[in-house]
């Protein structure tokens, strides 16, 4: 007995639309196998007396639709070895019908013939019907695909498999990602089959509201050249700095340069670590933006040369991201962020021997950045000798240096040395405390910027107090200041 697998579409539903061909086929053929019976097509195939057998007690044994389509498409493929049969799908086979997708890899791998014949798929009515050309610019998306990095408003947008309220919720949430919540969109129910349609125009909001959801259901958002819709988009960003930069744009962003932006970059990165400080999430918001346009100022200067392009730079990070974490996207593992850490460190200095950089030449100090502030800087150069060994046993030596410069700065001052002698005195015994904040675990920066932020809190309180009484700080003495610093610490 030869085997074989013939895939039919059994259309969008109304059965006057079922090609001549598939209906031929299916009153010839002794098996007949329908991945549902839940299809209206099915009453007109049963009243014909052909005999058929469905899936549908598969989707009762399994807990997801994944697993459901599998095991149908490895039930077809168990037949089909066993002789000549006919799978029915609903729509046209190859749009939106994952069982034949897992059954075109199956029937290859298993050596069985496969041929599929097409049929009307719900897309053909839904043109029709919902009255659009996809020509001008068209997209179809499942119901669990409906997210903000997926969704364009310059496209029609049909959004199938939206099985029940439920799924219809998922796909409101992910829609308002994008629209406003009274964003007019379509809900179609069974388009093209006499007595069943159904054609709903509702506010976004509502979209779960609606009753009617089932196998024949679709939503539909009409295409819209609205700026707004695209306001959050990476591609609307990218557009807007180059009407910036470009010919009869912002004359100040035309005469911009790296080198004239470079104090930019600094600024804006200082406040966006300023809103960190200040656990400021709207103002963080802004402050990003601020640093964000910043990045692409630079890609666009770039791009006008034809160097690199911000999707270069995107690509690249893309592409770091998962070299540098085989413990997430490849074969590692890594229990805790050490190991983590040193999964990092070994992909970089790989990515370094593919680049053809020397390692025997290559300094263990490399790496870090010459315009760094000093006090994060003498934190990364003691890190990066510490992995070699180059450090201190135990904080109590480490201490012990401490006292050690400070001594020595105490001595220089005493003895009148110059200030090139003290200055350097000094730095010794900064980079000794950062050396200690190493050992504890501590960031010297964030330290330093806690007691920044605490000085500031306080001296604000002598402030307010003087500014009670009609003073400022100018006009009071040091005692008054004092006594008021000790009543801001007894009042944190």
Avoid at 7 to 16: A, I, K, M, R, T
Avoid at 74 to 90: D, K, M, N, T, W
Wanted: glycine share 8%.
């Amino acid at each position: 007995m030869s085997s074989g697998i013939t895939v039919v579409g059994l259309g969008s539903g109304d059965p006057d639309q079922l090609t001549l061909g598939i209906w031929k086929l299916l009153q010839g053929e002794k098996r007949v196998y329908v991945r549902t019976k839940e299809h209206p097509v099915m009453d007109r195939i049963a009243e014909a007396g052909i005999s058929f057998e469905s899936f549908d007690s598969i989707y009762e044994q399994n807990d997801s639709f994944g697993d459901v389509y599998e095991t149908i498409a490895r039930r077809v493929i168990e037949l089909g070895s066993a002789g000549e049969l006919v799978y029915a799908v609903p729509g046209h086979p190859m749009v939106a019908e994952k069982t034949v997708l897992l059954l075109r890899e199956y029937a290859q791998e298993a050596g069985i013939p496969l041929k599929v014949l097409g049929g009307e798929s719900f897309l053909d009515q839904a043109f029709v019907r919902l009255g659009f050309d996809p020509i001008e610019g068209f997209q179809l998306l499942d119901s669990s695909d409906v997210t903000a990095e997926h969704i364009r408003p310059s496209l029609h947008t049909l959004i199938g498999q939206v099985y029940d309220s439920l799924t219809a919720s998922e796909v409101k949430l992910g829609l308002m990602e994008v629209y406003p919540d009274d964003h007019p969109v379509v809900v179609g129910h069974a388009l093209g089959v006499e007595g069943e349609e159904q054609i709903l125009r509702v506010p976004l909001f509502e979209l779960d509201r609606l009753e009617g959801y089932g196998n024949l259901s679709l939503v539909y958002i009409p295409r819209s050249d609205d700026d707004s819709l695209r306001s959050g988009s990476f591609a609307r960003l990218h557009e807007i700095v180059g009407i910036l930069r470009s010919p009869g744009g912002c004359p100040w962003d035309i005469e911009q340069t790296h080198a004239s932006l470079r104090k930019n970059l600094i600024e804006e990165t200082y406040e966006v670590l300023e809103t960190i400080d200040e656990d400021d999430p709207d103002h963080m918001r802004e402050e990003l933006g601020d640093l964000l346009l910043q990045v692409m100022l630079h890609s666009r200067m770039e791009e006008e040369v034809g160097t690199f392009t911000v999707y270069d730079v995107i690509r690249g990070l893309n592409e770091k991201l998962l070299f540098r974490h085989p413990h997430v996207f490849g074969d590692e593992a890594a229990g805790n962020a050490e190991e983590a850490l040193k999964n990092w460190d070994a992909m970089k200095a790989e990515e370094k021997k593919r680049k053809g950089l020397s390692e025997a030449e290559a300094s263990q100090l490399d790496g870090v950045p010459k315009d760094l502030p000093a006090l994060m800087k003498a934190y990364k150069l003691q890190k990066k000798a510490a992995k070699v060994g180059f450090d201190w046993e135990e904080i109590s030596s480490v201490f012990a240096k401490i006292e050690e410069e400070l001594g020595e700065l105490k001595q220089g001052l005493a003895e009148g040395a110059d200030s090139e002698s003290l200055k350097l005195e000094l730095g010794d015994l900064l980079f000794s405390a950062v050396n200690a904040a190493r050992f504890l675990d501590i960031d010297p920066e964030e330290a330093l910027s806690l007691v920044n932020l605490k000085f500031r809190r306080r001296f604000g309180y002598i402030e307010d107090r003087l500014r009670e009484q009609g003073r400022s700080p100018r006009e009071s003495t040091l005692e008054e200041m004092d006594a008021l610093w000790n009543e801001a610490k007894t009042a944190e």
